[in-house]
């Protein structure tokens, strides 16, 4: 089966990015809203987690992407070095 | 009928409330799963590993061999690279414990240990302690803490970067977690409110009912085909994915 200009790998962390996404902007808002309840600052605490959270997951999809590109081009490389297309 | 209290009986875990001696047993469905699919694979794979000349001996050793192989050739190897030779064993029983805990769940009467989100948390604990290991094991506690911090950074991202790769590499083994309990746990909500279909359109007229019992019937039972394969792919990513966390922390960039 054809998979494009990505791996089997690539697939299964694409798949992996919407959940990871998900999953670190719940937890940073859980820590805020913790801070909150500790400290008394609400809604502040939970604002500022639901930013890193963001900032986190768009941190994860962009290295992802950045690994991936590298991959590709250190594999099509050395394809060509090969003599293959 | 109280729909959301069959689905919760269905899916939820009940604790027996064991008490011996003054202690009370957390003996649970979900730990007797547990605690059946763990003999059944130490019992079975011993007598696999004995070797016996009967048909059936030579056929199962035959299969487990194939299946090393898959996980050391189709996994293994290809994330980890030769490094990971040593941890084929872990790979190997995460994938048939996580198989079977899910098989286990098709059996009439039993339940799917993984569709609690404590298993499922203690497996991806293992995971990261194994990840955590293999960091620890090949680069040495200062190397490890240099890979977090891609390399080519400005010395002042290192501040901001590091603590969003330690809190990723934290995330990535949750994500392990709620993937294996959110897919485990909604194939099963799936089949029950496929058999409550039945129920609730016979409540409206007891003609409907036997109406709808044949397609309710006929999706059920191509569920339950989807959740036989989504066992063995839950499985294969569970792994895979270990694998390929293990090998980002022993092949840094």
Known sequence: ?????????????????????????????????????????????????????????????????KQMAQDNAKLKKAEQKDGRR | ??????????????????????????????????????????????????????????????LTEEYVAFIRDGMVLPNMG??????????????LFVLFCALAGLIPNMKTATANISVTAALALCSGGLILYCGLKFHGFVGFLKGFVPSGTPGWLVPLLFPLEVLSLVIKVCVLAIRLFANMLSGHMVLICLLLIIFIVGQMHIAAGAGAFLPAMALELFMTCLELLVAFLQAYVFTLLTSIFAGSVIHTH
Request: hydrophobic share 50%; charged share 15%; glycine share 10%.
């Open chain 1, 1 to 65: 089966m054809a998979l494009g200009p990505f791996s089997k790998q690539d697939h299964l962390q694409i798949t992996t990015l919407g959940l990871e996404f998900a999953v670190s902007e719940i937890l940073c808002v859980w820590a805020g809203f913790w801070a909150d309840k500790k400290l008394g600052s609400f809604p502040w605490g939970v604002v500022a987690g639901a930013a890193v959270g963001f900032a986190l997951g768009f941190y994860q999809i962009l290295r992802a992407a």
């Open chain 2, 1 to 62: 009928m109280d729909v959301v209290e069959i689905i919760s009986h269905h899916i939820l875990d009940h604790d027996w409330g064991v008490i011996l001696g003054g202690f009370r047993l957390p003996i649970t469905t979900h730990t007797v799963t547990l605690f059946a699919v763990s003999l059944v694979l130490l019992f079975g794979l011993h007598w696999i590993s004995l070797g016996r000349q009967s048909r059936t001996g030579r056929l199962l050793t035959t």
């Open chain 2, 82 to 95: 030769e490094e990971g030779r040593r941890f084929l064993p872990y790979f190997c029983t995460l994938f």
